[in-house]
């Protein structure tokens, strides 16, 4: 009989849960059942500030978030219950009640309610114009109040607030972020790279008052303002506030079961992710190990990870103490790695346009703090991840230029650990990415697709586009490939309808295009043409292949193909008229024809594809570009047919 496991929560984290259980769960041991308090499916509430942006459809880009559609769940085998929260636990019955009054019976609970926006206790805070930023709605709500707004305040400079910040600056508001702290993302950086990030950050013309305290938000005198007060007298006159002062777990129903939990919040649960009952675990942000709880994706998605195992019969322990972290502010780059507060050696670079600092303990990366563009950061997680030592030399190297290796080896890949994790929001290895590209993932949209790599904040796609050898400017566009495809698949119409070109009546009335058909050097010259098109094509096969030919962007090389193709359909009519012939010579043209049509239709999905994460998902890419590649073989054996049938028939 199945263990019935309740999965109280649809976020991320419960979704990922859902998503790895069953996939994992050959034996369909467990029976799932999931109750989640907001209206819609999961969704990627990392990049929610897309349905903020300037001309962005509100509606239709949160449905465009969303992880997977209820048929996902169906297929799965898995009850779910939308905007129906489970209000109480009875864990001596093993029975939970929902807001609407379901009882479901259990043999597991995993709690998976993430956390709730921190309400700060100022005067006024619940005022009209004062919004949350936490859910779906909550940014349905801002999209709509800032349509006609001038300004905004954004109370917060953590990365929450700042990324709302940005977003409201883009839509041309006149944006002040007002931080109680003395410097912008006390909780990632020190005082002097939180310092040089505020200067970034208001060369983008968006005002940050740090180290300011609200005395109150009050409406305005009848014009249609919010005040903010600030503790030095400081007024401040705007349009919106948002709200982005931090999180507190989520954890109620725990508690109201009578579950240890942490005085400041959070579900306490032990390294296996099991609370004080057995039978009750914890992951993401509700859940508190060793006093501390995790606001981030990818410490919650490896916590998923560590449960799924335990649960299918490990004996696994999430020992998270550190983690990295990622600021989505377009035009600044600010990221973390490991503990950059470790009592070790620290190391610091600055100059006008970037702040790099790297703790260092018995010769080890401990811990990276980077603010501004750097090309090396991927090589210093790995170098932390695997615990490898550093130099002298490089130490003193990074003293004087601010990097740690010479700049030709930063981006050699090729000699780390396969064991190195590239994405830390799913834990994706580079040794599963590798495996990815040798089966044909030969992209970022299907290397993402396949692995979930760079699917939640991005900040991997520089080592996916040097795996892939793909631009990242050209993967995140896809116009010249969707024109080439159009083009192709054009052309490929046009040969389908056109009618074949009809000989000249008599020898003395052909005209010149007559002698394309009837003249035999002309012949060969034409059909020897199209048969070097058709080998030209193949070079971004050979590309694909052999790392020696990986030069110039991947993006570029696949749109050069279908163009080449294109070309063939020329070729194609200046050797037959249009004339498919028969028996033999018909299905030659045949399989030419559905060869050219399979590739037009894989460049306009490989275009679409990085538009959409469900077809990303569905992997047509994938398949399309499979058949055309199975369709290219049978022409290979026909056209050496047909040139042995010419020539020595």
Same mark, same amino acid.
């Not at 346009?353 to 603010?371: E, L, N, W």
């Given at each position: ?8 929560? %649809? ?36 990049? &929610?500030?897309?349905? *903020?942006?300037?001309?962005?459809? $509100? ?16 297929? @799965? ?19 939970? #009640? ?12 995993? #709690? ?22 936490? $859910?779906?709605?909550? =940014? ?84 249609? +303002? ?21 999180? @507190? ?9 009578? *579950? ?12 296996? *992710? ?18 501390? #709880?995790?606001? &981030? ?6 916590? /998923? +990870?560590?449960?799924? @195992? ?14 990295? $972290? ?7 780059? /600010? %990221? ?5 507060? =470790? ?52 130490? +003193? ?15 050699? $890949? ?32 299907? &290397? ?33 490939? =969707? ?8 052309? #490929? ?11 000249? =009546? ?12 009837? %003249? ?12 070097? &098109? ?45 004339? *498919? ?35 990303? @998902? ?32």
């Amino acid at each position: 009989m199945s263990e019935r496991i309740l999965v109280i929560g %649809n976020g991320m984290i419960g979704h990922r849960f859902c998503d790895r259980l069953t996939a994992e769960d050959a034996g369909r041991r467990f029976r799932v059942t999931v109750f989640g308090d907001e209206p819609r499916p999961a969704y990627d509430r990392v990049h &929610l500030s897309r349905a *903020l942006e300037r001309g962005a459809d $509100t509606r239709k880009t949160l449905d465009s978030l969303e992880l997977e559609g209820r048929s996902w769940y169906r297929s @799965r085998e898995i009850e779910i219950h939308l905007d129906d929260p489970v209000v109480r636990l009875d864990r001596e019955h093993r029975v939970a #009640f929902s807001a609407r009054g379901i009882e479901t019976g259990y043999d597991r609970v995993v #709690f998976a309610t993430g956390a709730r926006p921190a309400v700060p206790p100022i005067p006024g805070v619940d005022g009209a114009r004062v919004h949350l930023y936490r $859910t779906a709605d909550d =940014a349905a709500r801002i999209a709509g109040a800032v349509e006609c707004s001038r300004a905004a305040a954004v109370v917060g400079g953590g990365l929450l607030g700042l990324e709302v910040a940005q977003v409201l600056r883009e839509r041309g508001l006149e944006v002040t972020v007002v931080e109680a702290a003395p410097s912008l993302l006390v909780r990632q950086l020190n005082v002097v790279a939180g310092a040089f990030l505020k200067q970034l950050v208001e060369s983008f013309g968006v005002r940050v008052l740090v180290g300011a305290t609200i005395d109150a938000i009050e409406d305005g005198d009848g014009n249609g +303002e919010t005040r903010i007060r600030l503790a030095n007298k400081r007024i401040i006159d705007v349009d919106v506030v948002v709200l982005a002062v931090g999180i @507190r777990p989520r954890d109620d129903v725990a508690r109201n079961a009578g *579950l240890e939990c942490g005085v400041r919040g959070g579900i306490k649960v032990d390294e296996r *992710l099991t609370t004080s009952d057995e039978r009750i675990h914890a992951v993401g942000e509700c859940a508190l190990i060793d006093g501390e #709880f995790f606001g &981030l994706v990818a410490p919650g998605y490896r916590m /998923v +990870e560590v449960l799924v @195992r335990n649960l299918l019969g490990g004996r696994d322990s999430f020992r998270e103490r550190a983690t990295t $972290t990622r600021l989505k502010f377009r035009g600044i780059e /600010v %990221n973390t790695v490991g503990d950059p507060a =470790a009592p070790g050696r620290s190391l610091v670079h600055s100059s006008s346009d970037s702040y790099r600092q790297v703790v260092v303990i018995d010769s080890r990366i401990a811990g990276v703090t980077s603010v501004g563009k750097w090309n090396q950061l991927g090589r210093a997680k790995e170098a932390h991840h695997s615990r490898r030592k550093i130099s002298d030399r490089e130490i +003193e190297r990074f003293r004087t230029t601010g990097d740690l290796w010479l700049i030709s080896k930063t981006d050699d $890949t090729s000699s780390w650990p396969g064991g190195t994790i590239i994405c830390e929001c799913a834990s994706i290895s580079l040794g599963e990415l590798r495996n990815a590209t040798s089966a044909g993932c030969d992209t970022i949209a299907l &290397l993402a697709s396949r692995t979930g790599a760079s699917t939640f904040c991005g900040s991997c796609r520089p080592i996916l586009a040097r795996l892939t050898g793909e631009s990242e400017a050209s993967a995140s566009g896809g116009r010249w490939l =969707a024109g080439a495809a159009c083009v192709a698949l054009g052309g #490929f119409l046009v040969t389908l309808v056109a009618p074949a070109v009809p000989f000249a =009546a008599s020898v003395a009335s052909a005209g010149w295009l007559d002698h394309l058909w009837r %003249n035999g050097v002309v012949q060969q010259t034409s059909g020897f043409t199209l048969l070097g &098109l058709c080998l030209a094509s193949l070079i971004l096969s050979v590309r694909k292949r052999w790392s020696r030919f990986r030069r110039g962007s991947y993006g570029t090389w696949r749109s050069v193909h279908v163009v080449v193709g294109a070309l063939t359909l020329l070729g194609f009519f200046f050797h037959t008229g249009l004339r *498919l012939g028969a028996n033999f010579n018909f299905l030659l043209s045949a399989i030419f024809l559905l060869l050219v049509l399979l590739g037009a239709c894989s460049g306009i999905a490989h275009a679409a594809n990085g538009r959409s994460a469900r077809l990303a @998902r569905l992997r047509i890419p994938t398949l399309v570009t499979n058949a055309h590649v199975l369709f290219f073989w049978p022409l290979v054996v026909f056209v050496a047919f047909h040139i042995l049938a010419v020539y020595y028939f």
